[in-house]
């Protein structure tokens, strides 16, 4: 009678420890509050957040914002450009740096207008204002000579949109400066 009783006891504790470990292995529940989720159901109920049910919640923390980056943006070395936008030291830029880049992305601008300025007179003389000379194939098949008068007047209107946004562009910079 003494083994049966051992037994009955070791089964019982056993049943006892499994029933018991899923209740300590479950979760807390989690209230979600916006894109944000807690398991503080004090603060989750102040803050009107829905519980989340079913499903597991993995949480991964950001990067946290490095101290002295206020105070190096509001404080440039001497000599720097005061750049409120740069984010480190390593992104300022010296101004006749600056003003070096900027006469470079001008100078390619304009030889990218130059260049496509040059591509819209060629198309437009093709084009002849809706009339592009026929091509020998193009006689014998209307249909061939519609194509291409189509896809001249896309190509035009393409380039005459390039050469306006090449313009724009060239507007929004600051004039080119000659001190040096």
Known sequence: ?????????RIALALLAALALPATAAPDKIWRCGNEYTNQPG?????GCKLVEGGNLTV???????????????SPRPG???TPAAR?????????????????ARAILEAELRKTEVRQAELRQEYQG???EKRPEELRNPALHQQRSAALKEQLARVDAD???????????APPSDKK
Request: charged share 35%; hydrophobic share 40%.
């Open 1 to 9: 009678m003494q083994i049966l009783d051992i037994s009955h006891r």
């Open 43 to 47: 603060d989750a109920k102040a803050r």
């Open 60 to 74: 991964i923390e950001g990067l946290k914002p490095q101290g002295g980056t206020r105070a190096a943006a509001s």
């Open 80 to 82: 720097a450009a005061a």
């Open 88 to 104: 480190s030291e390593g992104e300022r830029v010296e101004s006749a740096e600056q003003r070096a880049r900027d006469a470079d």
């Open 130 to 132: 809706g009339e592009p």
């Open 163 to 173: 050469v306006a946004a090449l313009r724009r562009e060239l507007a929004r910079m």
